[in-house]
């Protein structure tokens, strides 16, 4: 057993490097049922287990019938019934997205009828959480006015003066930032509230207009997660073959002593050379794509194709001021800033991976999409923005839809057709993982963070099998393969000039 404070949680099945053998998992879970069997407290050891990237999957796939029949009820039991008493870091609720997502974006083939329903999964996750957020703050009135009120915490009582004619009394300083401030509350309600609307309407729900209708509502909703949570556990417990071993993969990392090619060295082998700063044309945009990064970058990686990067070079060398609202988009981009101007469609809904774009002036538009690259020392995959380029509707032309559809069939190339219903599971995959966005932020400078998987491997008996299993994942995150970064310096600026002058 291990303590973690007052809690003693069965220790094996919580460090996946000891669950590499057939014993070392029988060991585990022999573990766990003496821990069961012995009147362990399960909201400890589910607690300890949700903390651990696809461990709890992975639990719930192998263990006895004998220890599910006490952890499944314990897991429904968590879950909350009414708005009051939910909410995002609740243990039930962390149990329902750590499963939903890992059976989510498993690589493994699914009926239509489970596609279907996972997608469901996919609207109550995302829209849930912003409704029984705001639902217990609004005050029921009919007056949008009045729920932006409520949800800010300003009166709307007006000032004596907004009832006459005249013109307003002159304000001190303190009175002008203290109403600014109140302004940008009031902005910022009135965005929760159009955020909770759209929730409302992707959920089919109209908005409530009573506090019973409201209690009602959240009931209904969290009934609905609760039957999906239990679907969840169901999937897992599934005598499929396939399913387990995707989750162990998922889960349980390489062995260190096994006979197939070593990890680390399979992963960089499989990635091709990065092109230069200077070259590169359309045939090898994805090569070369470099990171562009400066200080105050949040979390999400910035990746510039390489019209990106000439857009960035000539915008530094002729106009300054365009350049520091280049670097300042990318930087909202970069901390999460997904509003409404920033994440505004580019090219038609339907297609499998979104592209879009994040207005600045002059009519100038920056061209991106949400896509996966690998960290090999983290050894996760995580989401990025690939930038494809920078111009003005004007200037948009064939060049870029090129580039897109060049980007979008390079990063398919492997996995057969670009058409949903054609596709692979590794691919599935690869489209699930760059249209997921995680849950939204109230505290800090960062809005949304980028999702990041487990870089799973697959070993078999010869390592041409776990090379190419490897080399299957490694793709699903090389949309365009990189590990150079582009940082604008003035050393780097002389550098380059010199060298476009000797050549």
């Not at 949800?151 to 006459?164: F, M, R, V």
């Not at 699930?432 to 949304?448: L, M, S």
């Amino acid at each position: 057993m291990r303590m973690r404070g007052d809690m003693d949680v069965p220790e094996r099945l919580l460090q996946s490097n000891r669950l590499q053998t057939d014993e070392g998992v029988r060991l585990a879970l022999s573990e766990l049922g003496a821990f069961i069997k012995g009147g362990g407290a399960v909201e400890r050891f589910l607690d300890a287990a949700v903390s651990v990237c696809n461990s709890l999957p992975f639990v719930i796939s192998v263990a006895s019938s004998e220890c599910i029949d006490t952890v499944a009820p314990a897991i429904l039991g968590l879950f909350p019934i009414s708005a009051p008493a939910w909410s995002e870091t609740l243990l039930g609720w962390r149990i329902f997205l750590e499963l939903f997502r890992t059976a989510y974006f498993l690589p493994v083939p699914r009926s239509d009828k489970h596609e279907v329903i996972f997608r469901e999964m996919n609207v109550l996750v995302a829209n849930v959480p912003p409704v029984l957020t705001l639902l217990p703050r609004l005050d029921w009135s009919d007056d949008i006015s009045t729920l932006s009120s409520s949800l800010s915490g300003s009166d709307a009582t007006p000032e004596p003066w907004q009832l006459n004619f005249g013109s307003p009394p002159r304000l001190t300083k303190g009175q002008r930032k203290q109403a600014k401030k109140w302004a940008q509350v009031e902005r910022r309600a009135e965005q929760q509230l159009d955020k909770f609307e759209e929730a409302l309407a992707a959920l089919g729900h109209d908005l409530p207009v009573s506090q019973e209708e409201a209690d009602v509502l959240a009931a209904m909703l969290l009934f609905k997660c609760r039957n999906e949570l239990r679907k969840l556990i169901q999937y897992f417990r599934r005598k499929d073959g396939v399913l387990r071993e995707a989750v162990k993969r998922a889960y349980v990392p390489v062995a260190e002593n096994d006979s197939t090619t070593e990890p680390a060295q399979v992963a960089h082998t499989s990635v091709e050379p990065i092109g230069s700063l200077q070259g590169g044309s359309d045939d090898d945009s994805c090569a070369s794509a470099r990171q562009f990064s400066q200080e105050g970058f949040g979390p999400w990686a910035v990746y510039l194709s390489p019209g990106a990067q000439g857009d960035i070079r000539m915008a530094e060398r002729r106009d300054a001021k365009m350049h520091t609202i280049f670097v300042k988009k990318l930087m909202e981009l970069s901390k999460g800033f997904f509003s409404s101007d920033n994440q505004k469609h580019f090219t038609d809904r339907n297609t499998a991976v979104p592209v879009f774009e994040a207005k600045m002036t002059r009519d100038t538009r920056l061209i991106y999409q949400v896509d996966i690259m690998p960290d090999f020392e983290r050894r996760v995959l995580r989401q990025a923005i690939y930038v494809f380029t920078i111009r003005n509707h004007r200037q948009i032309d064939k060049r870029l839809w090129t580039s897109v559809s060049h980007h979008w069939t390079t990063a398919m190339a492997r996995f057969g057709d670009s058409k949903w219903e054609l596709m692979t599971p590794q691919s599935r995959a690869y489209v699930k993982r760059c249209t997921y966005r995680a849950p939204e932020e109230t505290t800090g400078d960062v809005v949304i963070r980028p999702g990041e998987w487990p870089m799973a491997l697959n070993v078999e008996d010869t390592s041409h099998h776990a090379s190419s299993a490897l080399r299957d994942e490694v793709c699903i995150a090389e949309a365009h393969p990189t590990t150079s970064r582009l940082r604008s310096t003035p050393e780097r600026r002389t550098k380059e000039r010199r060298s476009h002058v000797s050549a």
